[in-house]
């Protein structure tokens, strides 16, 4: 039933590290957060990893697992043949603490950035009312958990820091879209703070956060794509546009 | 349903893994339950690949919430003790939810409670002291020697062992089951523990060091689970989570106390304390039948039809006697306009 | 607080991970495969359209989608069902020159085929978690690529090109002696029409438009229903990268 797998982990901190190899005993059914966990345990007492509720809910052991980006408790080892060597970094986008935690504030910052939720001025709380078929779009984004897979996998930042000031990235794009299609936000300039602040063009739609969302959301086509859309139709549609120009001269 | 659950395992009717199986799919439709359950739906799915819509899962019961904690002041959520200006709210604050805590109930707690008592209490308390207290720099040293010592313990314990051990011990005596010999047992072995958990080592840095978090953590774990089982062998009953094989009734006497932990020199001591009584105006919410079971004859004389309790009582177990009082109770209801 | 992360970020190290992947399966084919069948294709594209032969099948009253409409005086005058409203196109101009800026414009705007050739062509990247080669990047930021919000402008053509292609299939049921005719040729290009209806309906401005714009769905039922439907077709948008290929190169 149990085998002895190889593992090989990277180790250090801001200061440098390397990939360090392991033989990890592995038993029926585990995950790579179990088999980090045994290492952890028997042999790497120090050995830095953040997690939490090894069920998939909290987005805390997000890493990077034979180069892929995973969450370690979703990702069994019986995916790998025995004789494979399974590779564990840390999410190359954000800059190390130590071993396989980085330090995500990027991501806490954007969201902080983000215009929340405006309620209608002429309703009290307790008077919200909205329609399932309303609201039904904004709940798929609801199902992220933070674990900012995509945002470490996206190519805008992951291969250019220097464009994380300009951009938020496709976690912070589908809060932009959940905002902007909720029945009940009465906030009017979502699309322009999305093409102008977040950096909604920069995004070029290749579609890696949605391959490595764990929650399955579909952030390219339901949440980017339609932003985009709608971006189109505030700054892009020329009678639009022409109508803007004509009216800003008469009343000047 | 835990306990169910153990008596069928224990009967040797369990699943191959030890626990048994729960079917959905005989009795909701796929379509339901995954949009009910999603995420009961997608875990099986991605990590044991059963398909919750078409068969059945394994389960089993395991620790879900913790019903004690930091005795706190209904009011203003202060703890209660020696610590001032410490203030709790949600699972780590205890006498909530009584002895098992109902579904749901524990995020409405942390909402309300977590606002009303634990954030306006401390706020209160910020503004009202003034002077913010000194630390004195000797219990700062104090402090920082201690957190420092797992490293300098060349020849101590893997940290990680000994909460391997810690929760086995735990696991197996103080479990969904107790009895006294085995809480007992439990007991003994913690003992043991505790000096083993006092020896334990670090290795490595400071920075993001599990090792030396778990090092220090122990020793807490070690007096909670102490706690527990002090409490649970002097608790000679069952209710709600807990469970004594040799104790299997819930007894009203019982309620009328908590069990409060105290930390001394010699270690964890349980005292007896008596909890308040319920004000007449919320025991008359109830019907005096529904009480029964939770209450003593003496607390119930207090109820709105507790008067002539002691003679009905004394009176025969008579179907008529009982009519009489549910049709009394049923006019109090209307009266009330319920 | 000093800097915001996004600025610290920058001057902070991330871990040192040579190489740039780690990935140990085949992450290269996927580009690959989607080099050499767009390349094939455009190759024939290019060829058949110069040629500017057998666009027209007189005794069935076949015309190729790619010259449809012909409206310059060098078609054929059965095969101009819209008129001949231009001069003669000098030798090697096509007759394609008229539609299939708007065809090329609409699918070079796609949002599925700019992610293809993104990845494939630009390698921006290869593949998810690959690095890319290039020192800079502002994605659709600036010019050209700014360019491809203009998509929905496309789509309006495209959907004004279906209808002309679906006229031509209707008139393809034109028997050899006149009267109504069936043959291969019928299949072919009715398939293209289908394909071409799916591939402008599942677009993705289409299905914003239809209903994705809207805040409220339940103050339109109908363009809830609209939307629906396009969400459906949506998920199956890029089938037609392989199906419209096919009926193409007939
Ligand atoms: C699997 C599961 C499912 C559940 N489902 C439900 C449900 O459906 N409905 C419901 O009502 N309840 C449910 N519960 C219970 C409910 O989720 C918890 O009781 C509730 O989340 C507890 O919240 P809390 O804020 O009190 O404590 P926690 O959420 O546990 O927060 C404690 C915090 O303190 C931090 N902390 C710990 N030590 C230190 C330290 N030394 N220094 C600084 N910070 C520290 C921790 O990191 C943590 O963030 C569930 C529980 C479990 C385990
Ligand atoms: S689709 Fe856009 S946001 Fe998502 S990973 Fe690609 S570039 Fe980033
Ligand atoms: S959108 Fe998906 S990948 Fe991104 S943070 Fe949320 S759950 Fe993670
Ligand atoms: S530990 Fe919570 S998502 Fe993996
Ligand atoms: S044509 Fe592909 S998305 Fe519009």
Same mark, same amino acid.
């Given at each position: 039933?149990?085998?002895?797998?190889?593992?090989?982990?990277?180790?250090?901190?801001?200061?440098?590290?390397?990939?360090?190899?392991?033989?990890?005993?592995?038993?029926?059914?585990?995950?790579?957060?179990?088999?980090?966990?045994?290492?952890?345990?028997?042999?790497?007492?120090?050995?830095?990893?953040?997690?939490?509720?090894?069920?998939?809910?909290?987005?805390?052991?997000?890493?990077?697992?034979?180069?892929?980006?995973?969450?370690?408790?979703?990702?069994?080892?019986?995916?790998?043949?025995?004789?494979?060597?399974?590779?564990?970094?840390?999410?190359?986008?954000?800059?190390?603490?130590?071993?396989?935690?980085?330090?995500?504030?990027?991501?806490?910052?954007?969201?902080?950035?983000?215009?929340? @939720?405006?309620?209608? *001025? +002429? #309703?009290?709380?307790?008077?919200?009312?909205? !329609?399932?078929?309303?609201? %039904?779009?904004? $709940? &798929?984004?609801?199902?992220?958990?933070?674990?900012?897979?995509?945002?470490?996998?996206?190519?805008?930042?992951?291969?250019?820091?220097?464009?994380?000031?300009?951009?938020?990235?496709?976690?912070? @794009?589908?809060?932009? *879209? +959940? #905002?902007?299609?909720?029945?009940?936000?009465? !906030?009017?300039?979502?699309? %322009?703070?999305? $093409? &102008?602040?977040?950096?909604?063009?920069?995004?070029?739609?290749?579609?890696?956060?949605?391959?490595?969302?764990?929650?399955?959301?579909?952030?390219?086509?339901?949440?980017?794509?339609?932003?985009?859309?709608?971006?189109?139709?505030?700054?892009?549609?020329?009678?639009?546009?022409?109508?803007?120009?004509?009216?800003?001269?008469?009343?000047? | 349903?835990?306990?169910?659950?153990?008596?069928?395992?224990?009967?040797?009717?369990?699943?191959?893994?030890?626990?048994?199986?729960?079917?959905?799919?005989?009795?909701?439709?796929?379509?339901?339950?995954?949009?009910?359950?999603?995420?009961?739906?997608?875990?099986?799915?991605?990590?044991?690949?059963?398909?919750?819509?078409?068969?059945?899962?394994?389960?089993?019961?395991?620790?879900?919430?913790?019903?004690?904690?930091?005795?706190?002041?209904?009011?203003?959520?202060?703890?209660?003790?020696?610590?001032?200006?410490?203030?709790?709210?949600?699972?780590?604050?205890?006498?909530?939810?009584?002895?098992?805590?109902?579904?749901?109930?524990?995020?409405?707690?942390?909402?309300?409670?977590?606002?009303?008592?634990?954030?306006?209490?401390?706020?209160?308390?910020?503004?009202?002291?003034?002077?913010?207290?000194?630390?004195?720099?000797?219990?700062?040293?104090?402090?920082?020697?201690?957190?420092?010592?797992?490293?300098?313990?060349?020849?101590?314990?893997?940290?990680?062992?000994?909460?391997?051990?810690?929760?086995?011990?735990?696991?197996?005596?103080?479990?969904?089951?107790?009895?006294?010999?085995?809480?007992?047992?439990?007991?003994?072995?913690?003992?043991?523990?505790?000096?083993?958990?006092?020896?334990?080592?670090?290795?490595?840095?400071?920075?993001?060091?599990?090792?030396?978090?778990?090092?220090?953590?122990?020793?807490?774990?070690?007096?909670?689970?102490?706690?527990?089982?002090?409490?649970?062998?002097?608790?000679?009953?069952?209710?709600?989570?807990?469970?004594?094989?040799?104790?299997?009734?819930?007894?009203?006497?019982?309620?009328?106390?908590?069990?409060?932990?105290?930390?001394?020199?010699?270690?964890?001591?349980?005292?007896?304390?008596?909890?308040?009584?319920?004000?007449?105006?919320?025991?008359?919410?109830?019907?005096?039948?529904?009480?029964?079971?939770?209450?003593?004859?003496?607390?119930?004389?207090?109820?709105?039809?507790?008067?002539?309790?002691?003679?009905?009582?004394?009176?025969?177990?008579?179907?008529?006697?009982?009519?009489?009082?549910?049709?009394?109770?049923?006019?109090?209801?209307?009266?009330?306009?319920? | 607080?000093?800097?915001?992360?996004?600025?610290?970020?920058?001057?902070?190290?991330?871990?040192?991970?040579?190489?740039?992947?780690?990935?140990?399966?085949?992450?290269?084919?996927?580009?690959?495969?989607?080099?050499?069948?767009?390349?094939?294709?455009?190759?024939?594209?290019?060829?058949?359209?110069?040629?500017?032969?057998?666009?027209?099948?007189?005794?069935?009253?076949?015309?190729?989608?790619?010259?449809?409409?012909?409206?310059?005086?060098?078609?054929?005058?059965?095969?101009?069902?819209?008129?001949?409203?231009?001069?003669?196109?000098?030798?090697?101009?096509?007759?394609?020159?008229?539609?299939?800026?708007?065809?090329?414009?609409?699918?070079?705007?796609?949002?599925?085929?700019?992610?293809?050739?993104?990845?494939?062509?630009?390698?921006?990247?290869?593949?998810?978690?690959?690095?890319?080669?290039?020192?800079?990047?502002?994605?659709?930021?600036?010019?050209?690529?700014?360019?491809?919000?203009?998509?929905?402008?496309?789509?309006?053509?495209?959907?004004?090109?279906?209808?002309?292609?679906?006229?031509?299939?209707?008139?393809?049921?034109?028997?050899?002696?006149?009267?109504?005719?069936?043959?291969?040729?019928?299949?072919?290009?009715?398939?293209?029409?289908?394909?071409?209806?799916?591939?402008?309906?599942?677009?993705?401005?289409?299905?914003?438009?239809?209903?994705?714009?809207?805040?409220?769905?339940?103050?339109?039922?109908?363009?809830?229903?609209?939307?629906?439907?396009?969400?459906?077709?949506?998920?199956?948008?890029?089938?037609?990268?392989?199906?419209?290929?096919?009926?193409?190169?007939?």
């Amino acid at each position: 039933m149990g085998y002895d797998a190889k593992l090989r982990v990277w180790r250090g901190d801001d200061e440098g590290g390397e990939l360090k190899d392991f033989t990890v005993e592995v038993n029926e059914g585990e995950v790579v957060l179990d088999v980090i966990h045994r290492l952890q345990a028997t042999q790497a007492p120090d050995l830095a990893v953040r997690w939490n509720c090894k069920a998939g809910k909290c987005g805390s052991c997000s890493a990077e697992v034979n180069g892929r980006p995973r969450l370690m408790c979703m990702t069994r080892m019986n995916t790998f043949t025995e004789q494979e060597t399974v590779t564990v970094t840390p999410l190359r986008t954000f800059p190390v603490v130590r071993d396989l935690v980085t330090d995500v504030s990027f991501n806490y910052e954007k969201a902080l950035e983000m215009p929340a @939720f405006q309620p209608p *001025a +002429e #309703l009290k709380p307790g008077e919200y009312r909205m !329609a399932q078929v309303d609201v %039904e779009r904004s $709940q &798929e984004f609801r199902k992220c958990i933070e674990c900012f897979l995509c945002q470490n996998t996206c190519h805008v930042v992951r291969d250019h820091d220097e464009n994380k000031p300009a951009f938020s990235g496709p976690r912070m @794009f589908i809060r932009a *879209a +959940e #905002l902007d299609m909720h029945p009940l936000d009465a !906030a009017e300039n979502r699309k %322009e703070f999305a $093409q &102008e602040s977040q950096g909604l063009g920069m995004c070029n739609i290749t579609k890696c956060c949605t391959e490595v969302c764990p929650e399955g959301i579909h952030i390219t086509d339901n949440a980017i794509i339609p932003m985009k859309e709608r971006v189109v139709d505030r700054k892009y549609d020329p009678l639009v546009w022409l109508g803007s120009k004509i009216f800003k001269r008469a009343g000047a | 349903m835990a306990r169910a659950i153990n008596s069928e395992i224990k009967a040797g009717r369990g699943s191959p893994h030890g626990g048994i199986f729960l079917d959905i799919a005989s009795r909701r439709t796929p379509e339901y339950i995954r949009k009910r359950l999603p995420s009961m739906y997608h875990q099986f799915k991605e990590l044991a690949d059963v398909d919750i819509t078409a068969e059945p899962m394994e389960i089993g019961p395991t620790c879900h919430y913790v019903m004690g904690g930091v005795e706190v002041d209904p009011d203003s959520a202060a703890a209660r003790g020696s610590i001032e200006g410490l203030f709790a709210a949600g699972e780590v604050s205890g006498g909530m939810h009584g002895s098992n805590r109902l579904g749901g109930n524990s995020l409405s707690d942390l909402l309300v409670f977590g606002r009303r008592r634990a954030g306006v209490g401390a706020a209160e308390y910020a503004t009202k002291i003034g002077e913010r207290p000194k630390v004195a720099q000797s219990d700062v040293d104090e402090a920082v020697t201690e957190a420092l010592a797992p490293f300098t313990r060349d020849s101590g314990e893997n940290p990680f062992a000994l909460q391997a051990e810690l929760q086995q011990n735990m696991n197996d005596l103080v479990g969904l089951i107790r009895t006294a010999d085995e809480l007992e047992q439990a007991i003994k072995r913690l003992q043991e523990l505790a000096a083993r958990v006092h020896n334990a080592a670090a290795t490595g840095g400071r920075a993001y060091n599990p090792s030396w978090h778990l090092a220090l953590d122990l020793r807490n774990m070690l007096l909670v689970s102490e706690c527990a089982a002090k409490a649970a062998l002097m608790r000679q009953e069952s209710r709600g989570g807990h469970t004594r094989d040799d104790f299997p009734k819930m007894d009203p006497v019982w309620r009328k106390v908590n069990l409060i932990c105290k930390l001394d020199e010699s270690g964890v001591q349980v005292v007896k304390q008596d909890i308040p009584e319920i004000p007449t105006r919320l025991l008359d919410l109830f019907e005096i039948d529904e009480l029964h079971k939770y209450m003593t004859d003496e607390e119930l004389t207090r109820h709105r039809d507790g008067g002539s309790l002691s003679d009905t009582t004394a009176a025969s177990e008579g179907g008529a006697v009982n009519g009489v009082r549910r049709e009394t109770a049923r006019l109090a209801r209307r009266r009330r306009g319920w | 607080m000093s800097a915001p992360a996004a600025v610290r970020d920058i001057a902070r190290r991330r871990a040192t991970i040579a190489g740039r992947t780690l990935r140990t399966d085949r992450w290269w084919l996927q580009p690959l495969i989607t080099v050499v069948g767009l390349v094939a294709w455009v190759l024939y594209a290019v060829i058949r359209t110069a040629t500017q032969k057998y666009y027209w099948v007189p005794q069935y009253h076949y015309l190729t989608p790619f010259a449809s409409p012909c409206i310059s005086a060098s078609c054929i005058p059965e095969a101009s069902h819209l008129g001949q409203w231009l001069p003669a196109f000098p030798p090697l101009v096509p007759f394609a020159i008229i539609t299939l800026p708007f065809l090329l414009g609409f699918r070079l705007t796609c949002y599925y085929y700019r992610k293809a050739y993104y990845r494939s062509f630009w390698l921006s990247p290869p593949a998810c978690a690959v690095s890319e080669p290039h020192k800079k990047y502002s994605g659709e930021t600036r010019f050209p690529l700014i360019f491809q919000n203009v998509h929905r402008y496309f789509f309006y053509a495209a959907g004004i090109i279906a209808l002309l292609n679906t006229y031509d299939s209707i008139v393809a049921f034109h028997g050899k002696t006149g009267g109504f005719g069936f043959g291969l040729g019928n299949v072919i290009l009715l398939a293209n029409v289908v394909l071409l209806w799916a591939y402008t309906a599942s677009c993705h401005s289409c299905r914003s438009l239809v209903g994705g714009r809207l805040k409220h769905f339940s103050k339109h039922p109908v363009r809830y229903w609209m939307w629906r439907q396009v969400s459906k077709l949506n998920e199956k948008h890029i089938w037609h990268w392989r199906g419209r290929r096919w009926a193409r190169s007939r």
